[in-house]
């Protein structure tokens, strides 16, 4: 079956610019999950979103970044007035959702992103 | 606060030995989980294994196991007789157990740039 997809797979923008990233979780999955990987900081939380709970945000770096999820199914992570420490791939991830388990996530290809 | 160390930052072996990554964790959670994924050079992060913390038996499938310790907060990854396809960066992760809507993001080591040479 189809993986998770994410799109574009490189985004060059200026500083200053906002841009949007797009995911496409695998079908019967309720639960996604945004990281990012950068070379200083490794692979960080991002954002958590749960069939229609509030999303768990704590690990948006600041107000400039913000995520939705529509109909419980694709989602897009906006980072608006783009710096450059913004730069590094952003991945998403997908999972089966039951209380009491954690199931394996399955991640997508990610989004490189360079601010310049 | 949830933490995992993967202290060997790159290795370099020559085909057909054993090789074992390391990963030590910390956390307050009675119960968690760990992971370890694998990153080729393609990028993809690949599911390998998963593990809870009532579990201390070891794993193996394949050329891969997997050696996990309670009292030494360790989950160690083996390959044993490594091949050139072996070459990635692996990651070691820990999430949380809680039940009842939880969020099970995951903790990630820095990771260890595995090379193996032909």
């Known amino acids: 079956g189809a993986g998770v997809s994410q799109s574009p797979s490189n985004k060059v923008t200026e500083k200053g610019k906002d841009v949007e990233l797009r995911c496409d979780p695998i079908s019967g999955h309720t639960a996604l999950y945004w990281y990012r990987q950068s070379l200083g900081q490794g692979l960080e939380f991002l954002i958590y979103f749960q069939g229609n709970s509030a999303p768990d945000k704590s690990g948006l770096p600041s107000d400039r970044f913000s995520a939705e999820r529509t109909g419980g199914s694709v989602s897009t992570l906006t980072i608006q007035r783009t710096q450059q420490e913004d730069s590094a791939v952003y991945l998403c991830?997908?999972?089966?959702?039951?209380?009491?388990?954690?199931?394996?996530?399955?991640f997508g290809p990610g989004t490189r992103l360079t601010v310049t | 606060a949830q933490k995992v160390t993967q202290a060997q930052t790159e290795i370099s072996v020559v085909e057909k030995e054993d090789v074992t990554l390391d990963c030590v964790y910390e956390t307050r959670d009675t119960t968690y989980y760990l992971f370890w994924y694998k990153q080729p050079p393609s990028g993809e992060l690949v599911f390998l294994i998963r593990r809870n913390s009532f579990d201390e038996q070891n794993e193996i499938s394949g050329r891969y196991s997997w050696n996990f310790q309670k009292s030494t907060s360790s989950f160690n990854f083996t390959i044993t007789a490594s091949q050139v396809v072996d070459s990635a960066v692996y990651f070691c992760?820990?999430?949380?157990?809680?039940?009842?809507?939880?969020?099970?993001?995951?903790?990630f080591g820095k990771g260890t740039l595995l090379t193996v040479n032909p």
């Open positions: 991830a997908s999972s089966l959702r039951r209380s009491g388990r954690p199931y394996e996530q399955y």
């Open positions: 992760a820990l999430s949380g157990g809680h039940s009842g809507g939880s969020n099970y993001k995951l903790t």
